[in-house]
């Protein structure tokens, strides 16, 4: 490796002007913080007196926290580089999905400009689209297929949950997030060390969590040699197997195994925490972050707890709509419900109160519900082709367990067809569906053997029975839900209801 009085004067200059930038904009606390990690991440390193050989991952998923993680690691690398005459290489890697809007792309475009990482060649940024992986790129389209199986994966779980929010977005975003990894991970000779911000208390528990998970749902995992990073994504293969088969049935392999999670990094790999080093509380960052990164809180993007995806929004939309469609109340009292349950969550995370009355300012006066109704809508469109006639059905999960809400459903929104409901059945059931096949498609967004897989398959949440299976375990671990008091008809009696989301 060169020392730094052999690098090209303008790199060097962009180093220097890179640290004293992160000097001026961090506080004493995690300065001194990113001082002890570079110590300690020296030592963790497989060779520490040759650390130019080394690769570290942060996954960067354009949100403030991982904002934040991103320029900690980054302040580490440079200060090694300053102490040692060298330092290890950076790996930067954002997992796409269809919730993630050019807003958040362009959050991560001015990161990376501020830390100099393009003209660097000790770091790298990646952009990960399923198994494809490139360069970063702020207007880089989204490739096609993960928009098709992002759609999908909403559609025939939200129809098995009747719309639950965070199994309807976040399983198989979380699954693919973790498979990301393991391709980054593997991805042109490796890396050293993989960067997480959990402590290792934290870590463990999450471990044994996945581990048991697996075990229980989907197979037990051969563990060769100490947990690491492998065994970690192994688990999380077995689950998204038991997962999708759940989803999709165990005559889809093709769809499941596109799902899976790649586990072909070394088994040495292990993860280092950054915990110890630094604080969490996102008010503390704000300084850094909107002065020096350049972060932006965008009114679809930054949605609740989320700064990195707009589906939170989606959720809200989906809550409100239960409670017009199902419950017959009005559309913003169930927008008003999921606001009180996010502004609790957002409380929960340490987000600074100027910012959740700006989220809550969005939510509130007479004209709110109809501009966030049609702001979610045209969110849907965009992102996932989805209509509001297509999340309507979705809220009503007419058609798993044989059809159960089959009527009501009819009644409810398609009443035309209420006379043919035995040729719908029959159409679910496996029949030609001549005159109903195609409504049913149109209103659904999915395709007649997907129907036909709901219909066969039981609705996985919210009734009051019914099996217990991955999605309750998944849920019962989850930590962003609450059971809030609504009524299930206008002036009904409150009734509890859990409701999930970020």
Known sequence: MPTTSSVRPDLAAARARTLAGLRDAMSVEDLAGAE???????AALPAPDRLGDHVVLVAYGGGKDSTYTLAFVRMVQLLLRERHG???????????QGGMTQAVM???????????????????????DDEVVRPFRRQEPILPRVLARNRLDLLMTGHRTMAEARPTFCNSCNLSMVNSFGIAAAYDGGVDLVIT??????????YLWVNRLARDHGRTVRQRGAAGFGSFLRSADAIAGAYFT?????DAPAEVAARGVVSDVPEVLRFFSIFEDTGYSSSNHWPLLTGFLGFEFDEIAFSFTESDCANPT???HLRALKCERLYGRDYGDGLAEYVTFAKKLMRAKEFPEWLIDR??????????????????????????????????????????GKGERLSAYLSA??????????DVHDFLAGGDGDGVADELCEVSGLEPHELRNLYRSPTLLGTAEGPRNILHAILDGDPHKETVMTRRSPGGPLEPELISGR
């Not at 911000?197 to 999450?206: C, H, I, K, M, T």
């Open 246 to 250: 759940e989803i999709f049935g165990p």
């Open 86 to 96: 060298s330092t290890f290489r950076l790996r930067s890697a954002t997992n796409r």
């Open 413 to 422: 929104e398609r009443p035309h067809l209420l006379p043919r409901l035995a």
């Open 359 to 400: 989220v809550h300012e969005r939510y509130a006066g007479p004209d709110a519900p109809a501009l966030m109704r049609e702001r979610a809508g045209r969110f849907a469109a965009e992102a996932y082709g989805l209509s509001e006639e297509q999340l309507i059905c979705m809220v009503h999960s007419p058609f798993s």
């Open 314 to 316: 989606l959720m809200a």
């Open 36 to 42: 002890n990690c570079a110590r300690r991440l020296h």
């Open 197 to 206: 911000g959990d402590s290792p208390a934290e870590q463990r528990a999450y």
């Open 106 to 128: 362009d959050n991560i475009d001015r990161a990376y400009r501020a830390l100099s990482l393009a003209e660097d060649p000790d770091c790298t940024a990646l952009l990960i």
